[in-house]
């Protein structure tokens, strides 16, 4: 595991009246964690862990993440810094490469951003060839899954090719989810532009049309920067897992992604600012009665939860929740926007952060339900959600898979598991089976 520090201290697990001394691995953050690698070896025992919410899977120096002080970090940098000095482009480049980019590096990688922008045209026929109303993550997953086929340059020796596939798939991933959108629409594609930064540049690609052209707010372009900043890497959430999972049995990177974006794709996962706008659609056509819901989430025997109050790690503030509320003021004042979604959104949201009940639980308006008003004002329809935070997500994933290549203490992915099923029985011929064996 790369730069592992044993502690002094052991832990003493006592099993069958023996004795075993479990090394204590302590990160650069202080995190503590009990070493059982050998213990099967050893004991002959395993641990459960539903869900893995207790086991460490690697050690990583790409994020680190408090969930009860509300901190989030990218290879040291603090998000608050990283969201209000940085665009997009820095920090993909500092989660991929480890460190913020000079101008030097800065502008070399920029380029090979532009450079791999467009598509291979074979692969614009793709596009015909689903329904009218594919799942946009269907589609992205299958279109990176099929770059490894034009690009094969890759799977001879993957680290050595690393940098150009990274800005690859940032580039292109970015245009898949631009025509995947004008094709749903049944609009021409529009192309990817070397005038326009990246943010504006996707903005451009997705409402630019040859009877309206697009209008670039720089307002707005600050946001989604801000946006895809926040969800860069987020430590081993479900996707990111299942890219270092599907990756450790030696993968190529863009099904290892794909598979991520799988992953992604769930409604527990990356479709929660998807369902904040399926909730506040939900109150607007009851009557928009907010004050109603409120009350059905705070009755313990109403299964009903708003959406996008919260969050499974964090025990406090969500420290991008706070920084991409600015962010989404910001848009609605600048966009001037009468949207009435927007105006429950405001109304839940001056609850949440005054009612005693949403305070005392930690139930902060979270960055799935601020993202999701962002991408509404600015146009992004809902089914497009999911898509902008795997944009988001990618170099983070790109990073992860990197490390996990590298790492001199790879293992492929291999969980235990305790078998509760029937005990070993003896075989009956077809025959003699009566059914109640």
């Known amino acids: 595991m790369g730069n592992v520090v044993h502690g002094q201290e052991t832990a003493e697990l006592k099993l069958d009246g023996k004795v075993y001394q479990l090394p204590v691995i302590v990160g650069s953050e202080g995190e503590k964690a009990i070493d059982i690698r050998e213990l099967r070896s050893s004991s002959g025992y395993i641990t459960l862990d539903s869900g893995f919410m207790n086991t460490g899977s690697c050690c990583s120096s790409i994020t680190f993440l408090d969930g009860e002080e509300g901190i ?244 406090t503030h969500d420290p991008r929740a706070r920084i991409i509320k600015k962010a989404c003021d910001d848009v609605l004042t600048a966009l001037n926007i009468s949207d009435p979604l927007l105006d429950i959104a405001k109304e839940l949201e001056e609850v949440a952060l005054k009612d005693e009940y949403f305070i005392a639980r930690n139930l902060y308006p979270n960055v799935d339900f601020y993202s999701g008003i962002i991408y509404r004002a600015i146009g992004i329809p809902t089914n497009m959600f999911t898509v902008m935070f795997a944009l988001g997500r990618l170099p983070g994933w790109i990073a992860h898979w990197k490390e996990m290549w590298d790492d001199p203490d790879w293992r492929i992915s291999r969980p235990r598991q305790v078998y509760v099923g029937p005990k070993r029985r003896p075989f009956v011929p077809l025959a003699e089976r009566t059914g109640n064996e």
Not at 88 to 99: P, Q, T, W
Not at 153 to 167: F, G, S, V
Not at 178 to 198: C, I
Request: aromatic share 10%.
């Open 72 to 315: 989030l970090s990218y290879r040291g940098y603090g998000i608050e810094d990283l969201a209000e000095n940085c665009t997009f482009v820095e920090v993909a480049y500092l989660l991929d490469h480890g460190n913020l980019p000079t101008r030097e590096e800065l502008s070399k990688f920029s380029q090979m951003l532009g450079k791999y922008a467009m598509v291979h045209e074979d692969m614009i026929r793709f596009f015909d060839g689903y329904p009218p109303n594919s799942p946009p993550m269907a589609i992205l997953s299958s279109m990176v899954n099929s770059l490894c086929s034009f690009y094969p340059e890759m799977l001879d020796n993957p680290l050595e090719n690393i940098d150009k596939m990274a800005a690859r798939l940032l580039s292109k991933v970015r245009t898949i989810a631009a025509f995947s959108y004008k094709k749903s629409m049944g609009q021409p594609l529009v192309y990817p532009r070397h005038d326009l930064s990246y943010c504006a540049n996707f903005l451009n690609m997705m409402f630019d049309s040859p009877v309206k052209p697009y209008e670039i707010n720089d307002t707005v372009v600050k946001a989604l920067n801000k946006l895809l900043i926040l969800h860069g890497d987020h430590e081993q959430n479900c996707s990111t897992a299942t890219v270092r999972v599907a990756g450790s049995a030696r993968v190529n990177l863009y099904a290892s992604i794909s598979a991520g974006i799988n992953a992604l794709w769930g409604p527990l996962h990356g479709g929660a600012n998807q369902a904040v706008m399926e909730m506040l659609t939900q109150i607007h056509e009851e009557g928009g009665n907010y004050k109603q819901f409120i009350a059905k989430a705070k009755d313990p025997a109403d299964p009903f939860r708003l959406v996008g109050f919260g969050h499974r790690v964090y025990k």
